[in-house]
């Protein structure tokens, strides 16, 4: 199936929206998620507004979500690139030691799994990394959950190789369990 990868706009924060509760009722959100279905419904219209018009092409540039579109229109997946400066604080993990991007929210319906449209997020995800100059991007990172199997696989597929970090939840429905860190380096590198 050919779907067309393109950034956020603000005023999809809708579209955003469904996709997001979408993943978050997924069999392995728990795995994948530090948000919960039930937290996300109860969240007001002004909260994902807020969320798409900071994270659209219009933002200021620290966060670039990915959309994958289906040809009727239909969102059939997501990622979400966090710029993460070594002189500031990580959202989530270690902080950054190197200018890197941090890839989250990774979600595809299951209709769309196995259909290229993994692919093209991540392809669009890391392309767009490489192209940043300021900061120059060192690495893209991301954390997978070591339950996780599924999407580990795909990130090695990918080119992710684990770093050797590992990140323990605290708090949420795995809490105690640990995170693993992936990482790609910047070609050349």
């Known amino acids: 199936m050919d779907y067309s990868i393109r ?3 603000a005023d999809e924060w809708e579209k955003a ?14 795995l994948a998620f530090l948000d919960t279905y039930e937290d996300a419904v109860e969240r007001p219209d002004s909260f994902w507004q807020e969320r798409g018009a900071g994270a659209s092409e219009s933002g200021d540039g620290s966060v670039r979500p990915f959309v994958a579109e289906a040809a009727d229109g239909r969102w059939v997946g997501s990622v979400t690139v966090l710029v993460e400066r070594a002189s500031a604080d990580a959202v989530f993990g270690a902080s950054a030691k190197v200018d890197q991007t941090h890839i989250v929210g990774v979600y595809v319906r299951p209709e769309a799994r196995g259909g290229g449209a993994i692919d093209g997020l991540f392809r669009a995800a890391v392309e767009w990394s490489w192209t940043l100059s300021d900061p120059v991007v060192e690495r893209v990172r991301l954390y997978v959950h070591e339950d996780n199997a599924r999407a580990a696989a795909f990130y090695r597929r990918f080119g992710f190789v684990a770093s050797g970090a590992r990140v323990t939840l605290e708090s949420g429905v795995s809490a105690g369990a640990e995170e693993v860190e992936y990482e790609l380096p910047r070609p050349g590198a």
């Open 7 to 9: 950034t956020l706009r």
């Open 17 to 30: 929206r469904e996709l997001r509760l979408a993943a978050l009722q997924d069999p392995v959100a728990h």
